[in-house]
């Protein structure tokens, strides 16, 4: 193996000392001291004269206490390949290399070895293929899409298994009038097989010129598949290229090779799987520079390649009066629109020298060697009544290095809880990402392998379309299947504390294996006449199940509970205001969430993208009619009308959590105000009556509610309602859980100043008296005669880590994952409930001019509070 060493500023792996090998919890581990005995000729590099942990503590300080696990998305950079980079940078003058300066010589220089390089990792010279730089993988598939020459009788045939990237390519085809066919394709050699899925066709082009050439057909499929990490066998290459598809004599098929994953840690040979048209992206081999990639065609290939557009470079000469052009003849030139990005194509060769220095065929074994061993461990996990854990998507067989290699460093995964119902993937990510691991949730933009590993039919891709679930979104569990799997992936400085740092987050966070204890040392549950209801959740100590408490139905307790604040937030995220009473109307508090501030594209703004929008200060003051905002960052005050004399505002609509809604613009004035205050472009928005409605939570499912309530800028709930008495209790058990992993803050000294008040979760209502969570089995409550329909819990996010008084984040006390920890139930952690009103008002857009009418619908503090469970 060549050696690791060299100058660090020439992307060279610089040793130094380690500080993810040593990690105390793992030095004895013996599941990694049986890891060793197994992959030691796999992992680590252990010919090369840098190891591993050297590598991890030298080269990625960036990584900080992280746990990065999802290199099929993106992989890591170097500090040393940025440093070389920025150095180079800072020496060399390089100019457009669209022109004959010396530094646009430089330039073209740079641009013309890096093609050469680029070539060379994939083992062919410039003479067999030509590297066209693109701006990443999806762009090079495009430009394949736009400049094939598509005609009636073209097929288009792709593996049910490809990024919608490629499965963007058909509609070219189908534009041209040709066919496009998913194909099922298993095995492997001489044991390969093909299933030709339904035939797609549109209607035939009338302007095609069918018949007057010979078609041209083409065949896409992945080196290795983003979703499950199968490799396909690249033999396909040669047998789709001598005919196998041909329908008639002289078809001729050309090969796409979507090779943008699977380049990053194995070798592909051009030179003996000579695909014609290939696609990478450079950020998944070496993690930098981000936005550029390259589609490497084959020379003989290149003719057939057609483009319409031309611009810049690509042109010799061109009339502006006259239908005249004349392209450049370098297929390069041709097909590369303006200038590339010679900045970042400068930094290309770092990149390949940091990987050529470990040799791909290494990392390919070090990689692979830690997905193999988690994929084990993983499959391993059962619960205590004998059910898996993990459901795996992959082939029983498989093969992680070597010339037989048929799997990529990926395992993709779902979960089982002990009663059979699905964990949803985004409950797993939410959770990793609050113990510092990142991983990857979702489909990966591959409809086809999602669909075919979920056993989801095309009725039920629709159906839960129908139901409003969107790449991306939350809805990870629909009509009990899911809609997307977990999926974790390996680099070249992955190590086995990152691997079993995840799985020991799997075991503790999902597990039920029976060793569990009802409740916390000092756990005053007991008093209270508590019953338990399963959640099936883990603290963070091993086999340890907290559940979370609900009053029996014949049982309440015998402590009374009196309304203790009243809090108005007439600003969405931004600060509110306590009072002794106030009016109530159809959408909850009068003019609480009111208003909201939205950025240019209409998306409201929150505290989780704007933690200082809580120093912004409100107050109303009913005698003047205004509502009056203040902020540090500004000298003077704002004072905004409640009933303001023009109704002139341009309508504007908004999407808030993903629905959308309406609102009315506010002055130009106001706009300049709070983008000065948050050093935000923003503007503020009041607004429309009956825009919104309540919704219920159902389970896991999200309602309208029954009886149409009319619902403010609030994100659920016409109100929040939290207990003193679980906020006690979760500052008991957060510093319990902080002293008992030490590892979970970086300030240990914070453990003994950990405390939150109710303002933490900016309730409406804060009440005093009851047990810890009694408010979970409440159905209606009545508060100084005012009845109120309790919908479900409140469901918490990271905004909770903000400490509403200074807008900084104190994630060292990790104040979610406390909650997580017992107060989760099917991916949501609750805490405080949502109310609606039970009254129908009458308050309707004529009174939004007058207070009159509300002054017999006052609630205020002090008031007693009697439930119904």
């Not at 066919?179 to 001489?190: I, L, P, R, Y």
């Not at 611009?311 to 061109?318: D, L, P, S």
């Not at 041709?334 to 990005?341: A, F, I, Q, S, Y």
């Not at 510093?735 to 979760?761: C, E, W, Y």
């Amino acid at each position: 193996m060549p050696s690791l060493q060299g100058h660090e500023h020439d992307a060279g792996l610089s040793k130094g000392h380690s500080v993810y090998g040593n990690h105390a919890e793992y030095c004895d581990d013996p599941r990694k001291q049986e890891f060793y005995s197994i992959y030691k000729e796999q992992y680590g590099y252990p010919k090369g004269e840098l190891s591993i942990d050297q590598l991890r503590a030298d080269e990625f300080p960036h990584l900080g206490g992280n746990i990065y696990l999802d290199h099929a998305g993106a992989t890591l950079y170097s500090k040393s390949q940025v440093l070389a980079n920025v150095e180079d940078l800072c020496k060399n003058l390089y100019g457009n290399p669209h022109s004959q300066s010396l530094c646009s010589n430089a330039s073209s220089d740079v641009v013309s070895n890096a093609r050469e390089g680029v070539l060379k990792f994939f083992n062919v010279t410039p003479a067999e293929y030509k590297c066209v730089f693109t701006a990443g993988a999806t762009a090079a598939l495009k430009l394949v899409g736009e400049c094939f020459p598509w005609t009636d009788e073209s097929q288009f045939c792709y593996t049910m298994e490809n990024h919608n990237s490629v499965l963007g390519i058909r509609e070219y085809a189908l534009a041209a009038g040709g066919s496009a066919c998913a194909v099922e394709v298993e095995g492997c050699g001489q044991q390969q097989s093909f299933t030709l899925r339904a035939r797609q066709r549109r209607n035939v082009c009338s302007h095609c010129d069918s018949g007057r050439r010979l078609p041209f057909s083409l065949f896409a499929f992945p080196s290795e598949c983003n979703f499950s990490g199968r490799k396909f066998d690249l033999g396909l290459i040669k047998s789709i290229q001598d005919g196998y598809f041909s329908r008639t004599i002289g078809e001729k098929w050309m090969v796409l090779l979507d090779a943008a994953k699977g380049c990053g840690t194995s070798q592909l040979d051009l030179s003996m799987y000579p695909a014609d048209f290939v696609a990478i992206s450079f950020y998944k081999i070496f993690g930098y520079p981000t936005g550029l990639g390259a589609l490497l065609i084959r020379t003989r290939s290149s003719g057939i390649l057609q483009k319409k557009y031309f611009g810049g470079g690509t042109v010799a000469a061109c009339l502006a009066d006259v239908d005249f052009v004349q392209r450049r003849e370098g297929i390069e030139q041709m097909l590369e629109d303006g200038t590339v990005p010679f900045l970042g194509i400068a930094a290309l060769h770092r990149g390949f020298l940091a990987i050529n220095r470990l040799g791909i065929s290494n990392i390919q074994m070090h990689a692979g060697s830690l997905a193999m061993f988690t994929a084990l461990h993983l499959s391993g996990l059962k619960h205590a009544n004998g059910s898996n854990l993990c459901i795996l998507y992959n082939s029983n067989s498989l093969t992680y290095w070597g010339n037989k290699c048929n799997q990529g460093p990926t395992v993709t995964f779902n979960l089982r809880r002990i009663d059979g119902t699905w964990v949803g993937y985004r409950e797993v990510e939410k959770l990793a990402s609050l113990v510092g691991i990142h991983i990857r949730t979702g489909c990966f933009c591959n409809p086809g392998a999602c669909s075919k590993f979920l056993g989801l039919s095309e009725s039920d891709v629709r159906a839960n379309l129908e139901a409003g679930h969107v790449c991306w979104d939350d809805h990870d569990v629909i009509d009990g299947k899911p809609t997307g799997a977990v999926r974790v992936s390996f680099g070249y400085m992955s190590t086995i504390e990152d691997a079993l740092a995840f799985i020991d987050y799997i075991h503790k966070f999902f597990l039920n294996d029976g060793g569990c204890s009802l409740k916390l040392p000092g756990d005053p549950f007991i008093d209270c006449n508590l019953s338990r209801i399963n959640i099936n959740v883990y603290s963070q100590r091993p086999t340890e199940l907290i559940e979370s408490s609900k009053i029996r139905g014949d049982h309440k307790s015998n402590q009374k509970i009196h309304l203790e604040s009243i809090t108005i937030y007439p600003i969405k995220s931004c600060g509110g205001f306590t009072v002794d009473s106030w009016p109530l109307s159809d959408s909850g508090l009068l003019y609480d969430r009111e208003w909201a501030l939205v950025n240019s594209s209409g998306i409201v703004l929150t505290q989780k993208k704007c933690p200082m929008m809580c120093m912004i200060k409100t107050h109303i003051e009913f005698s003047n009619g205004i509502l009056i905002v203040s902020s540090p960052n500004m000298e003077t005050r704002l004072e905004i009308p409640l009933f303001p004399a023009s109704e002139e505002a341009a309508i504007i609509r908004v999407n808030m959590c993903g629905e959308r809604s309406f609102g009315k613009s506010s002055a130009k004035e106001v706009t300049e105000w709070f983008t000065l205050a948050l050093n935000t472009q923003c503007s503020l928005i009041r607004r429309q009556p009956k825009s919104r409605q309540v919704h219920s939570r159902v389970g896991s499912e999200t309602q309208v509610s029954e009886n149409t309530r009319e619902l403010s800028y609030a994100n659920e709930g016409q109100f929040l309602l939290v207990s003193q008495a679980s906020i006690d209790e979760l500052n008991r058990r957060t510093i319990l859980t902080l002293h008992q992993n030490p590892k979970l803050h970086r300030q240990s000294t914070a453990i003994s100043g950990v405390k939150v008040d109710a303002m933490r979760f900016r309730p409406n209502f804060v009440v005093a008296g009851g047990c810890p969570f009694e408010e979970d089995s409440w159905r209606t409550l009545d508060i100084g005669g005012h009845r109120f329909t309790v919908l479900g819990g409140c469901n918490r996010c990271k905004m909770i880590n903000i400490d509403q008084s200074t807008g900084r984040s104190e994630e060292e006390s990790n104040l979610l994952l406390a909650l997580s920890s017992y107060r989760r139930n099917k991916g949501k952690i609750l805490f405080g409930v949502l109310l609606a009103n039970s009254f129908s008002g009458d308050y309707d857009e004529e009174q939004r001019t007058t207070h009159e009418g509300q002054i017999g619908k006052v609630i205020k503090a002090g008031s007693r509070v009697d439930v119904e469970i």
